[in-house]
């Protein structure tokens, strides 16, 4: 509960009209101070009623990329027996405030409101809760809170079409690996049948022996895995404009082509950071492109036990490194991976100077945007 201005003032008053009246017995001073104190007293009441509001709001879309439109829409019921009144209410949309009209909602009616939520920005924006502040009529006291749970906006960063997917690894039993470039289909595992399964696939001298209907499970040994390693570190992307690496946000935007162009090729992809990202906040990605979406700068330097993790891994056969200027300076390290993955692609964003295209016998990227990535990404295609 919070006293304003006015209502210290009147408590201040009280309490000296109280002291003075009963100090040299003038009860009309004793009239006054109890009354201002009755004010105070009554202006607490009246703030601390809760009002049963019902509040609810829907996102949409609650995905976008970055810098199409997106729409909050507020709803405010009031499940109450009483008009409420004398209530001042703001929702909060990121870093700015949006002012929600309460004036006298009468019992069992809604108030709608509807704004826009920034997407200009990479990022989740949270909106909520709704932040109620009642005042008594005089003004004296004025008690906030909040109202309905917090909903994330995911701006995720925009997808350049990328046509270009790298080819399979087939590898042979002799340790060879050649290019396949539509995989091939090999015997994994058997499972037990259940209905839908096709009978093509049971094995009958296995279900023979066991009693039971047993099917064949395939895999695709040559499809290509592609591993997309972004590097969220800050050493890497050191320029700021107004704040913000916009070499970063261009190397998410070239993750996100990739990852999604993979999708779309119904190829395996998984997405790695080279800062973990161990603390997403309050809300729960779903996805890579939601990864994209809450991932950070982070303040490891050094990229070996990145490089390390993934020689003993062994994720998948191309790996896409995608990282700013001040990982130039790490393509040595990274090309120790070339015996682990088949193909290691290094793409290099907003680089003023760009680094050789064969740097440690690796293929590198040049480019000055998430778009520009995209356009090179054919030209430079050696898998």
Do not use: K
């Not at 009280?14 to 003038?26: C, D, K, N, T």
């Not at 009958?204 to 969220?232: F, H």
């Amino acid at each position: 509960m919070g006293i304003t201005a006015r209502g210290v003032g009147l408590l201040v008053a009280a309490v000296v009209l109280l002291g003075v009246g009963f100090r040299f017995a003038y009860p009309e001073l004793v009239l006054l101070g109890a009354a201002a104190a009755a004010a105070v007293g009554y202006a607490g009441a009246v703030a601390a009623r809760r009002p049963r509001l019902e509040v609810t709001r829907v996102a949409d879309p609650d995905r976008v990329a970055r810098g199409e439109p997106a729409t909050m829409t507020l709803t405010v019921h009031n499940g109450g027996r009483w008009r409420v009144a004398s209530l001042v209410a703001e929702d909060r949309c990121g870093d700015r405030t949006v002012p929600v009209p309460l004036l006298r909602l009468r019992p069992g009616r809604d108030t709608t409101v509807r704004y826009d939520v920034p997407t200009t920005r990479r990022g989740v924006v949270p909106v909520g809760p709704l932040r109620v502040i009642r005042r008594d009529p005089l003004g004296l006291v004025a008690l906030a809170r909040p109202y309905g749970a917090t909903v994330p906006v995911w701006v995720h960063p925009r997808i350049h079409p990328m046509s270009a997917v790298p080819t399979g690894a087939g590898r042979s039993l002799d340790g060879r690996v050649d290019a396949v470039p539509h995989g091939s289909i090999t015997f994994d595992s058997l499972r037990e049948y259940v209905v839908g399964d096709e009978l093509r696939r049971v094995h009958w001298r296995t279900s023979a022996r066991v009693g039971e209907l047993m099917v064949r499970e395939n895999v695709d040994t040559s499809l290509p895995r592609i591993v997309v390693l972004l590097d969220n570190r800050a050493a890497a992307h050191p320029d700021r404009v107004d704040g913000v690496a916009e070499s970063f946000e261009s190397a998410c935007e070239a993750a996100a082509s990739v990852v999604t162009a993979a999708y779309r090729s119904d190829l395996p992809v998984v997405l790695l950071l080279v800062v973990p990202d161990d603390d997403a906040g309050s809300a729960e990605p779903h996805g890579p492109l939601d990864r994209l979406a809450a991932v950070r700068l982070g303040a490891v330097d050094d990229l070996q036990p990145a490089v390390d993790r993934l020689r003993r891994d062994r994720l998948g056969d191309t790996l896409v490194l995608l990282t700013g200027p001040g990982g130039r300076a790490d393509l040595g390290t990274v090309g120790a991976l070339r015996g682990a993955y088949p193909s290691v692609v290094v793409g290099v964003l907003g680089a003023s100077e760009p680094a050789p295209s064969d740097a440690a016998g690796l293929v590198v990227v040049n480019a000055d945007g998430g778009a520009g990535f995209a356009a090179e990404w054919d030209r430079v295609r050696r898998w």
